[in-house]
C-alpha cells in the first residue's frame, strides 16, 4: 500500500513545532496538519517571562513567529486544513480532512491542544463576546477605565489580571479558595498592584447584562453568603478542556477528563502513536513542556520507525 508520509503531526503549537523542527532536521518525511495559525493558545499571551533564552521576555506571538521561523527554515511540509477523523489502530494510519481527502502515514504525534474551560453558568454563554472573554490579549483594550473581574488562581489567571491593569480601572479577582496557585512571583506582583482587588472563597453564580453588555455578577461566598459585584466584562481564566474532539477516543487510553495518557517517552496507547504538549494527561502546562515533549514525540516516533525497517 502506498503510504503518504513516515510522520504525520496533527497540530502546530509549541509541541507540535517542536516535533517538526526535529523531523525536519531527522529527513523525516513528515507534514504538520494545523486547522489555523501555527502557534496554538501562546498566539494569545500577551508576555512570555519563563521561556529560556529571552531574559528580557517575549511576546507570545513573537516567540512563536520565531518558532515557525526556525522549522521553516528546515522546510517542514505544512497543510492548513481541518482534520474530520483519525484511524490510528493499524499500522498504517489514516487521516481524514474535512475536505474529503485522506492522508496515510506510519506514525502520528497528536498535538491538538487544549481550549479554555467555561463556567457553565447563567448568562454566560449569551454574554460570551458582550463582556464575557476568555483571553485578555485578545481582549483587554476594550475596557480602558472600566472595572472588571478574572476568575481563577492560577499563573494564566493572575498574568492575564496584571495585563488587564494596563486598561482596566479595576481588576478584582474571584477565587474560590483562600490562596492563590499561581507561581509566588507573579503572587507577589499582583499582591503589590493596587489596581487588582480580591473575592475570596468565593465563586460566579450568574452573569448578568442587557443589550450593552455585562452589567454584574452573581456572586456565592463558599460561608453560603452572597453578594454582587458590578462589572463591565468578566474574563473566565479557571483552566483548559482537552481538543479531543477529533480523536478516537475509543482507540485510545484517556484519563477522566478525556486528555490523553502517555508514558514518558509520549507513547500512547497505541504503537506508533504519540501524544505532546497540553493534550497530554499531565500536571503543568507550560510552553517549555510542551515544546520538549514534542522533541521527545519525535525522538520517539524515529526509533518506531527505525524498527519498523
Request: charged share 20%; glycine share 12%.
Amino acid at each position: 500500500m502506498q503510504v503518504d508520509y513516515q510522520l504525520i503531526i496533527v497540530g502546530g503549537g509549541p509541541a507540535g513545532l517542536a516535533a517538526g523542527l526535529y523531523a525536519a532536521r531527522g529527513r523525516i518525511k513528515a507534514l504538520l496538519i494545523e486547522k489555523g495559525a501555527t502557534g496554538g493558545q501562546v498566539l494569545l499571551t500577551d508576555w512570555v517571562d519563563n521561556y529560556p533564552g529571552f531574559a528580557e521576555g517575549v511576546s507570545g506571538f513573537e516567540l512563536m513567529d520565531k518558532m515557525t521561523a526556525h522549522v521553516d527554515r528546515f522546510e517542514l511540509e505544512k497543510k492548513f486544513a481541518m482534520v474530520s477523523g483519525l484511524d490510528l489502530q493499524e499500522e498504517i494510519k489514516t487521516i481524514s480532512l474535512e475536505n474529503g481527502d485522506q492522508l496515510t502515514c506510519r506514525s502520528v504525534i497528536l498535538c491538538t491542544g487544549a481550549r479554555p474551560r467555561a463556567l457553565n453558568v447563567p448568562g454566560e454563554k449569551e454574554l460570551t463576546g458582550q463582556g464575557v472573554s476568555y483571553c485578555a490579549t485578545c481582549d483587554g483594550p476594550f475596557y480602558r477605565g472600566q472595572n472588571i473581574a478574572v476568575v481563577g488562581g492560577g499563573n494564566t489567571a493572575i498574568q492575564e489580571a496584571l495585563h488587564l491593569t494596563k486598561f482596566a480601572a479595576r481588576v478584582t479577582v474571584i477565587h474560590r479558595r483562600d490562596e492563590l496557585r499561581a507561581t509566588k512571583i507573579l503572587q507577589e506582583k499582583a499582591f503589590a498592584n493596587k489596581q487588582i482587588d480580591f473575592l475570596w472563597n468565593a465563586q460566579v453564580q450568574a452573569i448578568e447584562g442587557d443589550d450593552n453588555g455585562v452589567n454584574q455578577l452573581q456572586i456565592a461566598y463558599n460561608d453560603g453568603t452572597t453578594t454582587t459585584l458590578a462589572v463591565t466584562g468578566i474574563f473566565v481564566l479557571v483552566g483548559v478542556v482537552p481538543n479531543n474532539e477529533i480523536l478516537p477516543l475509543n482507540q485510545l487510553h484517556t484519563d477522566a477528563a478525556g486528555f490523553i495518557i502517555t508514558n514518558t517517552e509520549m507513547e500512547t496507547s497505541i504503537p506508533g502513536v504519540y501524544a505532546a504538549g497540553d493534550i497530554r494527561s499531565k500536571n503543568f502546562r507550560q510552553i517549555i513542556n510542551a515544546a520538549g515533549e514534542g522533541a521527545n514525540a519525535e525522538l520517539s516516533a524515529e526509533q518506531y520507525l527505525a524498527g519498523l525497517k
